[in-house]
C-alpha cells in the first residue's frame, strides 16, 4: 500500500478554493478505512477527515478560498513556507488474508545443531501432562533463573526435571527452541507473543525478549494498544510502554476509538498523563 499528500492551492475543479486530500494506491486488499486529522498550526487550522477507500484514488478537504491561502493575515504561509500535518490511523478490511508477521530465529549455529541432538538432552521440561527435553547447559547459561534452579543440592538438579504450570505447551515449546536459537519459521499469534513475552520476562531471558517485544511493537493498533498497553507493564517492556504511549497521544489528539480502554492499567495510565503534561509544557 502507499499514500501521498495531495495539495492544490488552486485545484481545477473548484477555480478559486485550496484543497488537500489524501491519496491511497493499494492492490492487495478490497478496502481501506482511513481516519486522518489535518492540521496548519500557524492558522489555527484544524479539520478531521474520514473515509472508506474502495480503490486507489484521492479524496480530499476543501481548506479555504485561494485569495484567503495567500492572505498574510490568515497566516496559512508562514516565513515564506507552510506547515501541514498529518496524524491518523490506516484500517485493513478483516475479510482479506493477512501474512501473519512470522518470528524467524537467525541462521543455523552451534545451539541449532545441540537442539537436535536428541540422545544428548539431560534435563525435562514438564508442562501438563506433556515433556519436553532440552540440555541442561543451554538453560544455565541463558537465564539466570533457571540457574539458580540448577544448583547443586536443588530438586530440579537432583531430578533433572522442572514442572511448569499454567503455562501453555505450545509457548513453553516455542520458548525452548528460541533459546536453541532454533532454525524455524512459527506463525504467532498476538496473544501468542504476550504469552511468550511473560515466560521470557519471568526466567529474564533478555535476548528472546526483546525480539518478541519488536515484533509485539509492530502490532500495535486501536484494538490492541490498551492490552499491549497493560502487558508492557505486567512485563517490564520499556520499549512497548514507550510505543504504546506515544500511539496513545495519536489517538487522543485524532479522538480515535480504541478498544478495552476502560481496562487500561491505572500505573499506566498515570506514565501516560505524565508523559503527555511533559511534552505539552515543553512545547509551550
Not at 481516519?35 to 480503490?55: D, F, G, L, P, R
Not at 513556507?81 to 491518523?88: C, D, L, P
Not at 489528539?253 to 481496562?263: G, H, R, V
Request: hydrophobic share 35%; net charge neutral; glycine share 2%.
Amino acid at each position: 500500500m502507499k499514500y501521498y499528500l495531495t495539495f492544490y492551492p488552486n485545484d481545477n475543479e473548484h477555480r478559486g478554493t485550496t484543497w488537500i486530500g489524501l491519496h491511497m494506491d493499494f492492490e492487495r486488499t478490497k478496502k481501506v478505512e482511513c481516519e486522518w486529522t489535518i492540521k496548519i498550526e500557524s492558522a489555527n487550522y484544524s479539520q478531521k477527515c474520514q473515509y472508506v477507500y474502495e480503490k486507489s484514488q484521492g479524496r480530499g478537504r476543501r481548506i479555504c478560498k485561494t485569495e484567503e491561502f495567500f492572505d498574510p493575515k490568515m497566516k496559512f504561509i508562514a516565513d515564506r513556507k507552510i506547515t501541514v500535518k498529518v496524524i491518523g490511523f490506516f484500517k485493513f478490511d478483516a475479510s482479506i488474508n493477512i501474512v501473519v508477521q512470522q518470528q524467524k530465529c537467525d541462521c543455523r549455529t552451534f545451539l541449532n545443531e545441540l537442539w537436535e541432538q536428541n540422545e544428548t538432552k539431560d534435563f525435562t521440561i514438564v508442562v501438563g501432562s506433556k515433556e519436553i527435553m532440552v540440555h541442561k547447559c543451554v538453560l544455565f547459561s541463558r537465564s539466570d533463573v533457571f540457574r539458580a534452579m540448577l544448583k547443586p543440592h536443588t530438586k530440579e538438579s537432583a531430578e533433572n526435571k522442572v514442572v511448569l504450570k499454567e503455562v501453555p505447551f505450545e509457548i513453553v515449546e516455542t520458548a525452548v527452541k528460541m533459546m536453541h536459537e532454533y532454525n524455524c519459521d512459527t506463525a504467532l499469534s498476538t496473544d501468542d507473543l504476550m504469552s511468550l513475552l511473560q515466560f521470557f520476562d519471568i526466567y529474564n531471558l533478555t535476548q528472546p525478549k526483546a525480539k518478541i517485544e519488536l515484533l509485539l511493537i509492530d502490532r500495535i493498533c486501536p484494538s490492541t494498544v490498551c492490552r499491549l498497553a497493560n502487558h508492557s507493564v505486567l512485563t517490564n517492556s520499556s520499549d512497548l510502554k514507550e510505543k504504546c504511549i506515544e500511539f496513545l497521544a495519536v489517538a487522543f489528539t485524532t479522538k480515535s476509538s480504541l478498544n478495552d480502554f476502560e481496562a487500561l492499567d491505572k500505573d499506566f495510565g498515570t506514565a501516560f498523563v505524565k508523559d503527555s503534561f511533559y511534552q505539552i509544557l515543553g512545547t509551550e
